[in-house]
């Protein structure tokens, strides 16, 4: 059918020596070419075009920049950026070939739901398998995640999506019939349970291997907390053996590989804030599929400035957590909880592990309602023990903590994952802070989760680790005018500047009557 | 309410001396940092943060990359790319301050349009402005983009987004009553009227000054094809010379800053195929407005592989236009036009210059398709004029066509844009060619605009202005099997091969019986 008038329609081999260049361009591969080369010219690329590298058999994708310093990159060269040329994984000046890259296979399924068609399950493989491999630009993976946002999924597609992350990371097998987690959908600040949680089921003689995120919009995750103690980013040997030996960790899921595709949707959903309930779902129960957990126990914090604002709302989320652990053969549990305020005192990595060890410790300076928190998630994750009779699970958890077994879990397990120093009496805190007082005397009716949450970020948590907000007054409290509300603690100058005209803006605090305090009908 | 325990709390000022990176990135302003730069360290930047840079009263705002290697930047430097360096507009070795940088001031409203709100006008003034202003990242950008894609902007909400990105740009006044332009929304490979429309009716004596687009997704806009023959990217006041001297141009809006925002959302629309009908409405009419037109004829194509596909959704999209229009106080004149297929035989922008200056010299070989639509657009135009009575302007512009007017008038324009060397008897076409040829004898029953467009820009059009597809059959005809239906040209062997393959996959081309042939009911 197609009749030919070329000589040759060969593509032309484009060879080039590698070049590593020292630019850290984080996360986004970046190949440089000199404008004279002759590669550029003959495959009339463009900047910002996506080219692929192919060497010894691997390949990558990388955004194109022309270069016109010869001193940078010469025109036989090909240069990459430091974690481009970390993947490509070979020395330099070895000869790579380039060419024009070919868009991702998923294409057309994104553009489907770009216009908003229901996808198949081969449609999120297909996306999920070209996210995780790097293949998508920027503008592609926003596009999945808008066109994903709020209730563009229904239930069968976020199991679609949360089976196909599943299926492209690493997946652990304990060889264990139960293997428990917990999780908390977040949204309230200071809420470490799973640092109480995990010591105490742990020294129930559960297996608790608990893969937890960094903060995504948050001051602190789990995983930046725990930082403070300990190393989490360990490699999958090092966690398993941890885990046999202890029954528990507490590590980061990004490194463990158990969900590539979710880490890299995870940093276009942080600047954009976008937290849906499709994508909770996946995110969520996709890493506790591939952690190998066989029991969740899922908090769903219920309140003004909590992520979910009414029973309803909390309902709906609930059945579709439900639904999708079912397809997926997960055995849920979900607990609605009071989320009117942050739980515990301090937020931030050094504040909320001050708070943890404290508890662990018995010490009377504990804020008593992360304690009383921990221990009743802590009871219901008991309770999937076959041995335990239904409503026994908070007093053998209470039991465990009160005798010191589960402080004595948490050193073991910190001492596997490479302990840090730390000493909850003398917290390393920023060396720059500010007070926030009573404007008038009364007591405290709100508590603004997502104000204090903004202050600390501001601060500079989590990146730095010793800043954050430490609340010195909680709902239900009598205060008088001028006493310290909350304390804010900074690394830096213009963190603290930043924090301060925040906090001054808006006030995170509400005094008025006990009359005044938000209801909230939750079982804890 | 704010009690100090700080020494000082004000941000570190940080000076550094400028430098040029010779790397090109391509709109997207990129800034170098040593690693071991003080500034970097004390200030707590990551790489891939945003930065403001300042200077002279000046700011840019450019992702930070990290650099290891002292002879691309020095510990005392700040590195910017060469389009960032240009648009801070200080010399080399100056002075710059750097900050990390304050998120764009709208981003409260992208956040409530992602979570679906309905905006006011307020808030797409503020989105707008911080777009034009390169404030956005890719990230927001597709964000914003995706999140008003489909029907999410109701009929007002398009108003205020035209309204905003009109209000953004430079607006021309020509002291007129009468300033008219015509515009198609496009999908119709080969539609290049305006090159036709504009020379006619300055020549009758109207306003008609065109600023048109490049190429979005198709082979070839109006700007790509006038580009062959002429300079397209002109000043604001030659542009104003050459219209008031001929009535007439033929000019790209995006250099002529009529529209700035629009070009920088263009950017990401054009990677994700999207189209919707509010960004559509209100990047076609906030260019008109912008450009100074009253009065508009505005052609929407129908047909089975147009934008278009049936007659409710084309008169959908003619009410949006009209109720836009008639916000902004633009005079518009909707025509549904008939989309079966391409216009013209030429798809590329040598092939449909070609084409065009075959109809203005009277040729006999020029496609008479697109004479007949261009003289209809034309005498819709022309009755504007309130000496012209209704049904009149068809003969007085073919009048103009006939008699050498419009083409002395084009040539005329020509000239005046800076005019290049081109025989329509000779056009430069691609190097590289391959000929389609029909597998059965009947009657050419359908075309696919889509496949052919997707061919032509394989092909490297319209980057490569050789490159194209000739369309030799058109609807109707009746062909031998073995006859040539279209041929392909390229510049480069890759283009060639990718375009054989999407060529040999789908074909572009039904043979059928006259039967067969898809109705439309339109008036041309």
Same mark, same amino acid.
């Given at each position: 059918?197609?009749?030919?008038?070329?000589?040759?329609?060969?593509?032309?081999?484009?060879?080039?020596?590698?070049? @590593?260049?020292?630019?850290?361009?984080?996360?986004?591969?970046?190949?440089?070419?000199?404008?004279?080369?002759?590669?550029?010219?003959?495959?009339?690329?463009?900047?910002?075009?996506?080219?692929?590298?192919?060497?010894?058999?691997?390949?990558?994708?990388?955004?194109?920049?022309?270069?016109?310093?010869?001193?940078?990159?010469?025109?036989?060269?090909?240069?990459?950026?430091?974690?481009?040329?970390?993947? &490509?994984?070979?020395?330099?000046?070895?000869?790579?070939?380039?060419?024009?890259?070919?868009?991702?296979?998923?294409?057309?399924?994104?553009?489907?739901?770009?216009?908003?068609?229901?996808?198949?399950?081969?449609?999120?493989?297909?996306?999920?398998?070209?996210?995780?491999?790097?293949?998508?630009?920027?503008?592609?993976?926003?596009?999945?995640?808008?066109?994903?946002?709020?209730?563009?999924?229904?239930?069968?597609?976020?199991?679609?999506?949360?089976?196909?992350?599943?299926?492209? /990371?690493?997946?652990?097998?304990?060889?264990?019939?139960? #293997?428990?987690?917990?999780?908390?959908?977040?949204?309230?600040?200071?809420?470490?349970?799973?640092?109480?949680?995990?010591?105490?089921?742990?020294?129930?003689?559960?297996?608790?291997?608990?893969?937890?995120?960094?903060?995504?919009?948050?001051?602190?995750?789990?995983?930046?907390?725990?930082?403070?103690?300990?190393?989490?980013?360990?490699?999958?040997?090092?966690?398993?053996?941890?885990?046999?030996?202890?029954?528990?960790?507490?590590?980061?899921?990004?490194?463990?590989?158990?969900?590539?595709?979710?880490?890299?949707?995870?940093?276009?959903? !942080?600047? &954009?804030?976008?937290?849906?309930?499709?994508?909770?779902?996946?995110?969520?129960?996709?890493?506790?599929?591939?952690?190998?957990?066989?029991?969740?126990?899922?908090?769903?914090?219920?309140?003004?400035?909590?992520? #979910?604002?009414?029973?309803?709302?909390?309902? !709906?989320?609930?059945?579709?957590?439900?639904?999708?652990?079912?397809?997926?053969?997960?055995?849920?549990? #979900?607990?609605?909880?009071?989320?009117?305020?942050?739980?515990?005192?301090?937020?931030?990595?050094?504040?909320?592990?001050?708070?943890?060890?404290?508890?662990?410790?018995?010490?009377?300076?504990?804020?008593?309602?992360?304690?009383?928190?921990?221990?009743?998630?802590?009871? @219901?994750?008991?309770?999937?023990?076959?041995?335990?009779?239904?409503?026994?699970?908070?007093?053998?958890?209470?039991?465990?903590?009160?005798?010191? !077994?589960?402080?004595?879990?948490?050193?073991?397990?910190?001492?596997?994952?490479?302990?840090?120093?730390?000493?909850?009496?003398?917290?390393?805190?920023?060396?720059?802070?500010?007070?926030?007082?009573?404007?008038?005397? /009364?007591?405290?009716?709100?508590?603004?989760?997502?104000?204090?949450? @903004?202050?600390?970020?501001?601060?500079?948590?989590?990146?730095?680790?010793?800043?954050?907000?430490?609340?010195?007054?909680?709902?239900?409290?009598?205060?008088?005018?001028?006493?310290?509300?909350?304390?804010?603690?900074?690394?830096?100058?213009?963190?603290?500047?930043?924090?301060?005209?925040?906090?001054?803006?808006?006030?995170?605090?509400?005094?008025?009557?006990?009359?005044?305090?938000?209801?909230?009908?939750?079982?804890?």
């Amino acid at each position: 059918m197609s009749a030919e008038n070329t000589p040759s329609a060969a593509a032309p081999v484009s060879e080039l020596e590698l070049r @590593r260049v020292a630019i850290d361009t984080w996360r986004e591969n970046v190949a440089y070419l000199h404008r004279d080369c002759a590669v550029y010219r003959a495959e009339g690329f463009q900047a910002l075009s996506k080219i692929e590298v192919r060497a010894n058999g691997r390949r990558i994708l990388a955004t194109l920049n022309v270069v016109d310093d010869l001193s940078i990159v010469g025109c036989q060269e090909l240069g990459l950026s430091e974690d481009a040329f970390a993947q &490509l994984g070979v020395t330099n000046g070895h000869t790579v070939t380039v060419s024009q890259a070919e868009p991702p296979e998923s294409m057309g399924a994104l553009f489907r739901k770009i216009s908003g068609e229901r996808l198949e399950r081969e449609d999120f493989h297909a996306i999920v398998r070209d996210i995780a491999r790097h293949r998508y630009s920027k503008i592609e993976l926003t596009a999945f995640v808008v066109a994903c946002n709020r209730d563009e999924l229904d239930r069968e597609e976020v199991f679609f999506l949360s089976d196909a992350m599943v299926s492209i /990371g690493q997946r652990l097998d304990w060889h264990e019939p139960r #293997v428990v987690d917990k999780h908390c959908i977040g949204g309230i600040p200071g809420n470490r349970t799973s640092m109480l949680i995990v010591p105490i089921v742990a020294a129930h003689g559960m297996l608790c291997p608990k893969t937890s995120s960094r903060a995504i919009t948050s001051p602190a995750g789990t995983a930046d907390t725990m930082e403070v103690l300990a190393n989490v980013e360990l490699p999958l040997e090092q966690l398993a053996d941890i885990v046999r030996d202890h029954r528990g960790c507490l590590a980061w899921g990004g490194t463990a590989q158990l969900s590539p595709a979710d880490d890299v949707l995870i940093s276009v959903e !942080r600047p &954009l804030s976008i937290d849906s309930p499709g994508q909770m779902v996946a995110s969520i129960l996709s890493k506790k599929i591939a952690a190998g957990s066989t029991h969740l126990v899922l908090d769903i914090p219920i309140g003004p400035t909590a992520k #979910v604002r009414s029973m309803p709302e909390a309902q !709906r989320l609930r059945r579709l957590f439900e639904y999708v652990a079912r397809r997926l053969q997960l055995s849920l549990d #979900v607990v609605i909880t009071d989320g009117r305020q942050p739980v515990g005192s301090g937020i931030g990595p050094v504040l909320e592990a001050r708070d943890v060890m404290r508890i662990l410790e018995n010490d009377p300076r504990a804020p008593n309602d992360l304690r009383q928190k921990a221990l009743r998630l802590a009871g @219901r994750l008991i309770e999937c023990d076959p041995d335990i009779r239904g409503g026994d699970g908070y007093a053998i958890a209470r039991d465990i903590l009160d005798s010191g !077994r589960a402080l004595a879990r948490m050193r073991d397990i910190i001492a596997a994952q490479g302990g840090k120093d730390f000493d909850h009496n003398h917290p390393p805190l920023g060396p720059l802070s500010f007070e926030v007082l009573a404007p008038s005397s /009364g007591v405290v009716a709100g508590i603004d989760n997502l104000q204090i949450a @903004r202050i600390a970020r501001l601060a500079g948590a989590p990146k730095v680790q010793s800043a954050g907000v430490d609340l010195l007054c909680k709902l239900g409290d009598a205060v008088t005018a001028g006493e310290v509300l909350y304390r804010v603690y900074a690394g830096y100058p213009a963190d603290l500047e930043f924090a301060r005209q925040a906090s001054d803006k808006v006030s995170a605090y509400r005094i008025g009557t006990a009359d005044d305090l938000p209801r909230v009908f939750v079982e804890f």
